[in-house]
């Protein structure tokens, strides 16, 4: 059985790359393959304990930015091995809200830490499960906090780093901006403030660019794609 696709969305928060992870994965299943979305940091047992602690949960407030790149690997060294190989390995496309850039980004640029120490934290969370294609949806900071705002209302917790003032922001969209063009061959840097079905539609044109054989494998009856 050939190996599946990996496909990571990143962005500052407010971005709406979680709307867009649900559509890519309808349109893909549409299409008769086989789809597993999970979140970071997350996924898995282990991983949505550390979610909380790093998100919600009231002690949070007094975390440093070491403990929190600590956090964040432990959480993605449990999901790379417990849900994203294993569904890899069994030719699943796997779709993940986030993923190792993050850390890159929002530990390495906007809490200022050490490039290579975040470097090699990484390297030794994911080891070779790197991602095909990354795409990050660029929005300003001024929609993306008009955007936190009106989910912060939905919410009765509110979420440690949303609480991030405007000038971390601003270091976490040009930390990302630099990425796509460091790393033209695997990153993608799309308009998140165009409309949905807009960003939908050149996503979907992008991925099927990208992976031309996972689209046109034939499937069996049932939808599975032919081993």
């Known amino acids: 059985m050939s190996r599946g696709a990996f496909i990571t969305f990143e962005g500052s928060e407010g971005c709406g790359k979680s709307t867009q992870v649900k559509r890519l994965a309808s349109r893909l299943e549409q299409a008769g393959l ?4 999970t979140r970071e940091p997350g996924g898995t047992a282990i991983g949505e304990k550390i979610r909380d602690l790093l ?3 009231p002690e949070s407030s007094a975390m440093t930015p070491e403990t929190e790149v600590l956090l964040f690997s432990a959480s993605r060294s449990q999901l790379v091995r417990e849900t994203i190989r294993p569904a890899l390995e069994q030719g699943a496309i796997v779709i993940s809200d986030r993923f190792f850039d993050s850390t890159t980004v929002y530990q390495g640029v906007a809490r200022k830490l050490e490039p290579m120490m975040v470097a090699t934290l990484n390297d030794f969370a994911v080891g070779p499960d790197r991602p095909d294609l990354t795409i990050i949806l660029d929005v300003d900071v001024a929609t993306a906090r008009v955007r936190m705002q009106r989910r912060v209302r939905r919410v009765t917790v509110i979420d440690r780093m949303e ?24 990153v993608r840097l799309l308009d998140g403030s ?17 992976f ?9 009856k049932d939808g599975s794609r032919v081993s």
Do not use: H, M
């Open 194 to 210: 165009r409309s949905p079905d807009e960003i939908e539609t050149e996503i979907w044109r992008e991925v099927s660019k990208r």
């Open 34 to 37: 086989q789809v597993l979305i």
């Open 163 to 186: 609480s991030e003032p405007d000038e971390f922001y601003e270091r976490v969209c040009e930390g990302y901006r630099e990425l796509a063009l460091r790393e033209p061959a695997r």
């Open 55 to 57: 998100q919600f949960a």
């Open 212 to 220: 031309p054989e996972l689209l046109s494998q034939p499937k069996n």
